[in-house]
T-cell receptor, first 115, second 115 residues
Framework: AQKVTQAQTEISVVEKEDVTLDCVYE???????LFWYKQPPSGELVFLIRRNSFDEQNEISGRYSWNFQKSTSSFNFTITASQVVDSAVYFC????????????FGGGTRLMVKP | KAGVTQTPRYLIKTRGQQVTLSCSPISGHRSVSWYQQTPGQGLQFLFE???????NKGNFPGRFSGRQFSNSRSEMNVSTLELGDSALYLCASSLETSGLDNEQFFGPGTRLTVL
């Protein structure tokens, strides 16, 4: 069985601060995919990134960056110079190769960016 | 290109009734997955349909069922509604049922309230 843990349930920062959202996962599968989604108040899940288990290269996309470390089973997400529009709930998720599109989600981290 | 659409967006039912929710995937997508989101349990996978066949099923009672039509549109049905079924039901579509480049796109959800 798969498990995703997001230990931070809520984070509050002031605009322009950097913030890191933690994600730890558990799986016995060797081929798996990790995701981050953003859920604004409207409710729709917005895809941010997908990583497969064979690609540990970190990625940067504008103010967003992701740090994937298989040794610690972590896939952390950092927002640099946060903005009020970044306020949302962020979910980390995991899928494994033999389970189709089934995503196992973490509990989510609510990020509040104050002006 | 139109995104994933879900109807209705809001629904109020009473205990014991049944409900049918609809999801229209992105044109060309053959996989549709359903998720339930509640404050207590978070985001949980219900089932996935691919080319009219159920490919995966989450840990939900038999009151929850679904189907997929030849045009890839999907419906999910919940019979004998319980108060605990109140949730946001999210649908996601993707081209395939698995794969390295297989991205899932989520719809806006249907918010079901059971009174």
């Amino acid at each position: 069985a798969q498990k995703v843990t997001q230990a931070q349930t809520e984070i509050s920062v002031v605009e322009k601060e950097d913030v890191t959202l933690d994600c730890v996962y558990e799986t016995r599968d060797t081929t798996y995919y990790l995701f981050w989604y953003k859920q604004p108040p409207s409710g729709e899940l917005v895809f941010l990134i997908r990583r497969n288990s064979f690609d540990e290269q970190n990625e940067i996309s504008g103010r967003y960056s992701w740090n994937f470390q298989k040794s610690t089973s972590s896939f952390n997400f950092t927002i640099t110079a946060s903005q009020v529009v970044d306020s949302a709930v962020y979910f980390c998720a995991l899928s494994v190769a033999n389970a189709g599109n089934m995503l196992t989600f973490g509990g989510g981290t609510r990020l509040m960016v104050k002006p | 290109k139109a995104g994933v659409t879900q109807t209705p967006r809001y629904l109020i039912k009473t205990r014991g009734q049944q409900v049918t929710l609809s999801c229209s995937p992105i044109s060309g997508h053959r996989s549709v997955s359903w998720y339930q989101q509640t404050p207590g349990q978070g985001l949980q996978f219900l089932f996935e349909y691919f080319s009219e066949t159920q490919r995966n099923k989450g840990n939900f009672p038999g009151r929850f069922s679904g189907r997929q039509f030849s045009n890839s549109r999907s419906e999910m049905n919940v019979s004998t509604l319980e108060l605990g079924d109140s949730a946001l039901y999210l649908c996601a579509s993707s081209l395939e049922t698995s794969g390295l480049d297989n991205e899932q796109f989520f719809g806006p959800g249907t918010r079901l309230t059971v009174l």
